[in-house]
């Protein structure tokens, strides 16, 4: 299994990015998916998460109501919408999926990571 994201970059404080995570080697609609991030400096946290069947979403409370998950089975993808970002979001992010549909913010839970996709808000 690959995961692959992509979409990061430089945007100014306000400003907007969608990240975007595509499955290869296995169907990823059968799988629970989430977004961490690490920023420079400090340990690799939760950011948010989306059910199999796209029905349930978590999220951690520094991006509630800013970021938006979602995903479309067909593309075995799952997109993080991130609007009015602030330079504390700056980091690397990662896409990554649970084949056993823990529904988790715990890293451990997670079988398959991808590369990473840097985003850096600048203020």
């Known amino acids: 299994v690959q995961l692959q994201a992509s979409g990061g970059g430089l945007v100014q404080a306000g400003g907007s990015l969608r990240l975007s995570c595509t499955a290869s080697?296995?169907?990823?609609?059968?799988?629970?998916m989430a977004w961490f991030r690490q920023a420079p400096g400090k340990e690799r946290e939760f950011v948010a998460a989306?059910?199999?069947?796209?029905?349930?979403?978590d999220y951690a409370d520094s991006v509630k109501g800013r970021f938006t998950i979602s995903r479309d089975n067909a593309k075995n993808s799952v997109f993080l919408q991130m609007n009015s970002l602030k330079p504390e979001d700056t980091a690397v992010y990662y896409c990554?999926?649970?084949?056993?549909?823990?529904?988790?913010?715990?890293?451990?839970?997670?079988?398959?990571w991808g590369q990473g996709t840097l985003v850096t808000v600048s203020s």
């Open positions: 989306i059910s199999w069947s796209g029905e349930r979403t």
């Open positions: 080697g296995r169907t990823g609609n059968s799988d629970d």
């Open positions: 990554a999926l649970d084949t056993r549909r823990m529904g988790s913010r715990f890293q451990y839970e997670y079988d398959y």
